[in-house]
């Protein structure tokens, strides 16, 4: 997969400013669970914000570029406390990138 351009990037944060939170992590970290979960959240809306919660006490910025591995993902931003994940769908591609 190759690297998202600035421009993508911009693209990809103004389409996530419209949507909620679809996952939490919270003191539990990053489960597996939680891993499947964003990446079949991935594979049919390419596009998943995560909301981290006060009570988890990661690093946040460690906690999203993992996330991103083990999801196979793309990191878009880390704005606060939320996590904007990217990554191009198999079957139905939902987002075309400028």
Do not use: H, W
Request: aromatic share 4%; net charge positive; charged share 25%.
């Amino acid at each position: 997969m190759t690297a998202l351009t600035s421009k993508q990037r911009s693209y990809l944060m103004s389409l996530a400013s419209k949507e909620n939170a679809l996952f939490q992590i919270g003191k539990g970290g990053l489960t597996p669970e939680l891993c499947t979960g964003v990446s079949e959240a991935l594979e049919s809306r390419e596009l998943v914000k995560i909301a981290v919660l006060k009570n988890c006490f990661e690093d946040l910025r460690n906690t999203a570029e993992a996330l991103a591995g083990r999801t196979r993902s793309q990191l878009v931003t880390v704005i606060g406390r939320k996590i904007v994940l990217y990554r191009p769908s198999k079957t139905k591609k939902v987002i075309e990138l400028p």
